[in-house]
């Protein structure tokens, strides 16, 4: 049996071809069991690799899995899927659809086709207070403690949990070198390994951001991030932010320079959107 998958790259920065956080999906994943969609995420070994396990027109339910284990919710594989889902035969009557619904296990996320790209609006975010001192965190995070702006430092979840700390510069961004036992201490959500997102306001409506993650002993950085940035929002409006832009770069440091952006609406409502792009396709053979 072969299993078709398409490649992208989402939230890619324009006229650059290996920018942007890779994806893989694979359109047609109804007959794979869980066990299988865990091990061709661990072959293709991707940020996140997505199937789609039903689907009727522009609507599909989708599964996301890490090399490691399944998300609730990611940002980018939302986006990504949403793009090869858009134009899969019966999603629109003329061409491809402008909007898709994907039923994930965090929630239904409407996601809308903009300029070069995908827009999706996130799940409400819910926050809880951050246990680990103002030292901890620094420490956990390689940096001086002088840079962390602990007061903002929260638990954020749009869908899926992670801890966001906010940084009082972009060198202090660019300078994290993370250690992975002391993040498994102070930063880990129950049932998850840790996540922490960093970032720094560069101007009135940019920021710089680097999100890291543990797999098992070994500290990894995410290109591009749109769980983070959704949780960002969360946190924002918490603030009291409304009818906010603004653009999150990202991906630098690992060679993937990357894009988002983030808009809260007068509602307080987030959305998290950028570029997708396509880059190749293709076919695996499944076993007997």
Request: glycine share 10%; hydrophobic share 45%; proline share 6%.
């Amino acid at each position: 049996m072969d299993l078709p998958f398409e490649l992208l790259n989402v939230f890619s920065v324009a006229n650059d071809p290996f920018s942007g956080n890779p994806l893989c999906v694979f359109p047609d994943a109804a007959g794979l069991s869980d066990a299988e969609m865990q091990a061709w995420a661990r072959q293709f070994n991707l940020s996140e690799t997505t199937f789609v396990t039903s689907r009727a027109g522009a609507d599909a339910d989708v599964r996301i899995f890490t090399p490691d284990h399944e998300m609730p919710f990611a940002g980018h594989p939302t986006l990504g899927t949403a793009e090869v889902v858009a134009t899969l035969d019966g999603a629109a009557s003329h061409g491809a659809a402008a909007l898709v619904h994907l039923e994930l296990p965090a929630g239904r996320i409407p996601v809308v086709r903009t300029d070069g790209g995908w827009q999706l609006t996130a799940p409400t975010a819910s926050l809880r207070e951050v246990t680990a001192s103002k030292a901890e965190l620094a420490g956990a995070l390689g940096i001086d403690g002088g840079a962390l702006v602990r007061a903002d430092a929260a638990w954020v979840d749009a869908g899926v949990e992670q801890l966001v700390v906010r940084l009082d510069h972009a060198e202090a961004v660019r300078a994290c070198d993370p250690h992975a036992h002391a993040m498994a201490e102070h930063m880990t959500s129950p049932g998850r390994p840790p996540h922490v997102y960093v970032w720094a306001w560069t101007g009135p409506k940019t920021i710089e951001a680097r999100l890291f993650y543990t797999s098992g002993q070994a500290v990894l950085e995410d290109p591009a991030t749109g769980s983070a940035c959704a949780n960002l929002g969360g946190w924002m409006v918490a603030q009291g932010a409304r009818d906010v832009s603004v653009e999150i770069s990202q991906g630098t440091a690992v060679g993937r320079p990357s894009r988002l952006q983030l808009e809260i609406d007068a509602d307080g409502g987030v959305h998290v959107g950028g570029r997708v792009e396509r880059v190749g396709r293709g076919s695996c053979t499944r076993g007997a």
